[in-house]
């Protein structure tokens, strides 16, 4: 349990880092999540109103942070803002009752995201730490759309995702969690030629 915690932890701080590509992508999607998970703490079932208490402080931090953080940004995240916007929501879903799942459906993309950037910069025998531009953020960018088209999908995509797993028990968001997985890594193998 303590080694699956420090990779959790370590997961989910570096996803946050690397999807810091487009101002406002992180400190949105965090904000989404902490309220995706702040309701869910409220669920009858789970009923935890102090951890839902924590992440709807958490979320008014990001929201909050995000209306200055949205392009044309003002003030920005930085590498240790991206990093602790991660750390606290691998954090709060251990120590909250185990809500992995339901962070995992919230970050779909950006887990996703990470795990192919890494895969495939191994496989393309470079470094799996190196910066380059394979990021889904970047080919859209690369197929023309604009970042705030970006961000909007992207806020969109989590809030949807989110929602849905207030309704699913926790085997199947496991399996909705690996169809967008496996249905994300054919679309990227599919448009990679595109981009």
């Not at 997961?11 to 949105?28: A, P």
Request: proline share 3%.
């Amino acid at each position: 349990a303590d080694i699956f915690t420090f990779f959790w932890v370590l997961g989910m701080s570096y996803t946050t880092k690397l999807l810091d590509g487009i101002d406002g992508l992180v400190s949105g999607i965090t904000g989404i999540g902490f309220l995706i998970l702040g309701f869910l703490s409220l669920n009858s079932i789970v009923h935890q109103p102090d951890t839902a208490f924590v992440c709807f402080i958490l979320a008014g931090c990001f929201l909050g942070f995000l209306i200055f953080n949205f392009p044309p940004a003002k003030i920005f995240l930085g590498e240790s803002g991206s990093i602790i916007s991660g750390f606290l929501l691998g954090t709060i879903a251990i120590v909250a009752g185990g809500k992995v799942a339901t962070t995992l459906l919230i970050f779909a993309i950006p887990v996703f995201d990470t795990f192919y950037v890494i895969i495939s910069r191994i496989y393309n025998k470079k470094s799996p730490f190196s910066g380059d531009r394979r990021h889904l953020h970047y080919r859209l960018e690369n197929l023309g759309f604009s970042n705030k088209q970006i961000l909007l999908f992207m806020y969109l995509f989590t809030l949807i995702i989110g929602l849905s797993s207030l309704v699913f028990d926790g085997k199947l968001k496991l399996i909705t969690f690996l169809a967008l997985f496996f249905i994300g890594i054919l679309l990227m193998l599919v448009g990679k030629k595109r981009v």
